[in-house]
C-alpha cells in the first residue's frame, strides 16, 4: 500500500519541482562566511541551500508536500539561519508556527505556535506568521502577520509578549500596526517593522 | 513600554509608540518617499535600511534619518517584469557587509544577486519557470 502510494505522489508532482528549480521563493537567509544561500519555497512548502556559484540546490527542510507532520512545512517564508545552533528558523505561515530544523535533521522541532497547526490570538499561538528572527541571546521575535502585532519569546518559553501592535487589530496609527511582514533589530536592538498594509516601516526605539 | 530583559543584568524597553521611518503612512506609491506593500527589509550596521516591496518590483536603500530613498535593484518606476534588471513582486532581501544584494523574486521563480552599484541582476537560483 505504501508502495502504491508514493508511486501516486510522484505521479501528481507533489514531492517539488526539480532542483534547479524554484516555487514562488520568499525568505532568503546568506551565510556571509561561505557565501551559502537559504530560500524558502512558499508554494514548493521546501528550503533549499545554495552553495555559492552552485546551479542546483538541495533540499535542507520540508519537500515532503504542504502539512503539519514533522518532515514536512506549509508556506514557509521568512527564514533565519541561526549559525549558533547550525538550524534554520522558519516562519511556518500555512500552519501558524515557528520550527526549528537543524541543517542535517530530517525532522523539525516546535519552537512556538501551534503544533497542530491551529491559529489564534492567545500568547502562545500566531496566525499567519511571516517573520521571524533571533537576537544574539536565542530570544525569538515573530511578525505575527494577520494578528497585527510582534511577538517576542524568550529563549525556550512558548509564552509570547506583545511588543509592537495590537492583537487583533489592524490600523494606522503610531500605536498600532497593519498586517506586518517582517521584523529586523539594528546594532542599538531597536526594532524595524514591516507595517505592509501602511506601507511604511516603523521603527521600535530600545532604551 | 514592554520591559523585557534581554541579559539577567540588562534591562531592554521598547518604546510601545512606532516612528515612521521609511514611507508614508497610507499612501502607496513609486515616488521615493513612498513604499508599497513592503515585505521584507535588512538593516545594516550603519542602521541602513534595504527595503524589498511587493508592488513596486524594486529594492529601496533608504539611509537612517533620510526622507526618501533610492532604488538599488529593479526599477524605480515601480515596473515589473521578467527580464534581468526586474522582478516580478520583490519578496525577500539580504545584503552583504559590501552592500551587495541577494532578492527573491517570487512569481519569476528565482533569486537574483545585485552587485552594489550594478543597474541589473544575475539569477543565482532558480531557472525562471
Known amino acids: 500500500m505504501s508502495f502504491s502510494k508514493c508511486n501516486i505522489c510522484l505521479a501528481l508532482g507533489v514531492q517539488g519541482t526539480a532542483l534547479n528549480q524554484l516555487n514562488t521563493p520568499y525568505g532568503i537567509a546568506l551565510n556571509e562566511n561561505s557565501g551559502t544561500i537559504y530560500i524558502s519555497e512558499y508554494s514548493g512548502h521546501r528550503i533549499v541551500e545554495y552553495l555559492s556559484g552552485a546551479s542546483s540546490g538541495t533540499v535542507v527542510a520540508g519537500g515532503n508536500g504542504a502539512g503539519i507532520g514533522n518532515t514536512q512545512l506549509n508556506g514557509p517564508f521568512a527564514i533565519y539561519l541561526d549559525l ?59 511578525a505575527d502577520t494577520s494578528n497585527h502585532r510582534i511577538q517576542f519569546f524568550r529563549k525556550g518559553q512558548t509564552n509570547g509578549t506583545t511588543v509592537a501592535g495590537v492583537t487583533g487589530v489592524s490600523g494606522s496609527t503610531d500605536l498600532l500596526l497593519s498586517g506586518p511582514y517582517a521584523i529586523r533589530l539594528d546594532i542599538d536592538n531597536s526594532l524595524y517593522v514591516a507595517d505592509t498594509n501602511n506601507q511604511r516601516i516603523q521603527k521600535f526605539t530600545s532604551y | 513600554m514592554t520591559n523585557i530583559f534581554l541579559a539577567s543584568s540588562l534591562p531592554v524597553q521598547w518604546d510601545d509608540t512606532g516612528i515612521t521611518v521609511a514611507g508614508t503612512t497610507g499612501s502607496s506609491s513609486s515616488a521615493s518617499d513612498r513604499l508599497s506593500y513592503p515585505y521584507d527589509l535588512a538593516v545594516d550596521s550603519s542602521k541602513t535600511m534595504y527595503i524589498a516591496e511587493r508592488d513596486n ?73
Open chain 2, 57 to 129: 518590483n524594486r529594492v529601496q536603500k533608504w539611509l537612517a534619518g533620510a526622507s526618501s530613498g533610492s532604488t538599488v535593484a529593479g526599477q524605480s518606476s515601480g515596473a515589473g517584469g521578467s527580464a534581468l534588471n526586474y522582478f516580478n513582486r520583490a519578496g525577500g532581501v539580504a545584503v552583504d557587509s559590501n552592500g551587495n544584494l541577494y532578492v527573491t523574486d517570487p512569481f519569476n521563480h528565482r533569486v537574483q544577486y545585485w552587485a552594489s552599484g550594478s543597474s541589473t541582476g544575475t539569477i543565482i537560483a532558480g531557472t525562471g519557470i
Open chain 1, 84 to 142: 549558533t545552533s547550525n538550524s534554520l528558523i522558519i516562519a511556518n505561515r500555512g500552519v501558524n508556527n515557528i520550527v526549528k530544523w537543524v541543517l542535517g535533521a530530517s525532522t523539525w522541532t516546535l519552537l512556538v505556535g501551534s503544533g497542530s497547526g491551529s491559529s489564534g490570538s492567545s500568547s502562545t499561538l500566531l496566525n499567519g506568521p511571516c517573520g521571524v528572527i533571533l537576537d544574539p541571546l536565542g530570544n525569538i521575535y515573530v
